[in-house]
C-alpha cells in the first residue's frame, strides 16, 4: 500500500526555521515528483513546491521562493521542506503528495494531477 507521512511541524516564533519530512512507504520515491501543499484556516489548499523525480527541477510557490527549500533524498526515500524566515502566514496543514513521474519534466502544483497523498502535519508560527 502506497503511504506518504508528514512530520517535522510544531509550533515556532515568526523568523524560526522548521524541516518538514515527506517519508513514503510501500513504493520507492525516485520515480515520483513530490509536491508540498497547505491549507490555512479558511483557506483553500494550495501548492507551496515540488521537485522531479530526479531532483534536478523545482517549483515554488512565489509567497515562499527564496525562504522554502525544496529537496530530496532517494537513498532514504525521504523528500523535505527547509522552510526559513516563517512568517504568521505559513500557519497551516502541510501536505505532501506524490504523482509518478519517471523522465518527466513536470513539476506543476496542480493539486489535481498528484493522486497520492498524506495526513498533513500541523506549522504554526505564532509568538
Known amino acids: 500500500q502506497l503511504q506518504l507521512v508528514e512530520s517535522g511541524g510544531g509550533l515556532v516564533q515568526p523568523g524560526g526555521s522548521l524541516r518538514l519530512s515527506c517519508a513514503a512507504s510501500?513504493?520507492?520515491?525516485?520515480?515520483?515528483?513530490i509536491g508540498w501543499f497547505r491549507q490555512a484556516p479558511g483557506k483553500e489548499r494550495e501548492g507551496v513546491s515540488c521537485?522531479?523525480?530526479?531532483?534536478?527541477?523545482?517549483n515554488y510557490a512565489d509567497s515562499v521562493k527564496g525562504r522554502f527549500t525544496i529537496s530530496r533524498d532517494n537513498a532514504k526515500n525521504t523528500v523535505y521542506l527547509q522552510m526559513n524566515s516563517l512568517d504568521p502566514e505559513d500557519t497551516a496543514v502541510y501536505y505532501c503528495?506524490?504523482?509518478?513521474?519517471?523522465?518527466?519534466?513536470?513539476?506543476?502544483?496542480?493539486?489535481?494531477?498528484?493522486?497520492?497523498w498524506g495526513q498533513g502535519t500541523q506549522v504554526t508560527v505564532s509568538s
Open positions: 521537485i522531479s523525480s530526479s531532483g534536478g527541477s523545482t
Open positions: 510501500g513504493f520507492t520515491l525516485d520515480y515520483y515528483v
Open positions: 503528495a506524490a504523482r509518478w513521474g519517471l523522465n518527466s519534466p513536470y513539476v506543476g502544483l496542480e493539486q489535481h494531477k498528484y493522486p497520492y
